[in-house]
């Protein structure tokens, strides 16, 4: 199987489990990219170091847990990693405990608008001013964005005349949002060595224990590295997520349930579409591409075990990848058995047919779709997953809705993350999964009192892995694609889908659900669509289609 099919996080998007895979296969026991004195010796000459051979070492984003310690980032390139990584044994233990990392210690605000193209100009600007901060008036940046020294001409190890110490002074004042743009531009024109410095800057501003921006700063950091040191897609590749017990990562995603309403919100909107359009069907045949635990269907069950006349005959089919049993503790059995028990209670006719694939795989014959029933199919944060055009040439996300379409449903309906990421190049895209993910690191902190180590393991388990992958891969190895409302619109619509509205009725009962969590939450109607929005940002819509 193929490393995109494989990849799921536990995140806004399901329960997955990443497989295990050895780093020394790949051959990087002999790049030479870093100057070893650099960071120890402001006056040192340069000189070139090697990655030690990597035999029997990897990366790791791992449990942190009382018992278990934090993530270890076993890098073979130890001049870069920093024992301030979120991914680093030291780093985790470090972080928590050093003032540095207070929450009275912030390092820049959320960033707001620097996706748009209108704002370039500003954004050179910015790290303009970080450079001169950082090494002085003689050096300038090039019309693409990035830095070069315009009085020597380029020069291989510029860094070796940094004042570290002076530098260090200076970094309560710098912006955190304009060190990793900064960063990014250097991995972007594969200029090691500035990539190399501004890295060592920004370990001493991240922290998984720190602010939303610290916290988000240190897993976009992890992910720049990732990218720098293996080329993105092999690094992934060379993964070994050894995932929490299922337990363990239950409680996790449990903890991010309760205090974003992201995953509330799909199930909470498309429910209340689900049971207009079905109002008088006797027969109900729902395809969920994302079935997970099956909560969301519960309580539709028990809302249609009430319906005048009596209650429909339900079939449920559940499509979700194998790798996703992990978080479960089993197979698709389980949430059978558990829809079967609720169906029960509720004197409602019940059948559940499980497909144990990725959802690039299904195929109409795997659906068993009868005649006289009436089709829902449900896309809860999961199309974005699918390959396109840009990626395969099977274009299996357009495939789909074309299949889909093909059973004459009743009601699609479709939740995703309101962001352009799927064909954007990587600086760009590294802008936007800043922005987006800047917000919701907010509207997870925004959420309650929760135990530190319990949010550490969260965001890491959940949240951490989708922005590694989308900063460190490219190509098929990158599965986190997402696309804006506006895309998908135009994807459903050339397969033959008429947008249905979701009226008052739905909004209504989001801004019940909104009740329940931090004011600065708020859903708008908007064309014809839900818009789950944190502040001023859009963060996930909800539409349906037929």
Known sequence: MQTSQKHRSAGIHGFYHQPVQEIDPYGLSHIQILDKNMYSDAGSQGTSISFETC???????????????????????????????PFSSQGSHSCISDPRHSPENIYGSPLSGSSSADDSNILRQKLRELEISLLGPESDIT???????????????????WDWKQMMEMIPSLDLKHVLLACADAVSNADIQRAAGLMHVLDQMVSVSGEPLQRLGAYMLEGLRARLELSGSKIYRALKCEAPISSDLMTYMGILYQICPYWKFAYTSANVVIREAVEYEPRIHIIDFQIAQGSQWILLIQMLACRPGGPPAIHITGVDDSQSA???????????????????????PFEFHDV????????????RVQPGEAVVVNFPYVLHHMPDESVDTWNHRDRLIR?????????????????????????????????????????IAAG????????????????ARDIVNMIACEEAERVERHELLAKWRSRFTMAGFNQYPLGSSATAA????LKEYHRDYSVQERDWALYLRWRDRDMATSSAWR
């Open 55 to 85: 035999l029997g070492q990897f990366f790791t984003l791992e449990s942190s847990s009382a018992t278990a310690g934090f993530v270890v980032y076993d890098s073979p390139a130890a001049s870069i990693s920093s024992n301030r990584s």
């Open 326 to 348: 992990h978080a479960r503790g089993g197979g698709l059995d389980i949430v059978g058995q558990r829809l079967s028990k609720v169906a029960e209670s509720c004197n409602v």
């Open 510 to 513: 989001v801004k019940d659900l």
């Open 143 to 161: 019309d693409s964005g990035s830095f070069c020294f315009v009085s020597g001409g380029y020069q291989a190890e510029p860094y070796a005349s």
């Open 448 to 463: 309650g009192s929760v135990d530190v180590k319990q949010r550490i393991n969260a965001e890491q388990q959940c949240v």
């Open 356 to 367: 144990a694939m990725d959802g690039s795989e299904v195929q109409l014959e795997h659906l």
């Open 403 to 443: 299949m889909v379409k093909s059973l004459s449903p009743k009601i699609v309906t479709l939740v995703e993350q309101e962001s352009n990421t799927n064909t954007k190049p990587f600086f760009p895209r590294f802008i936007e999964t800043l922005d987006y993910y800047a917000a919701m690191f907010e509207s």
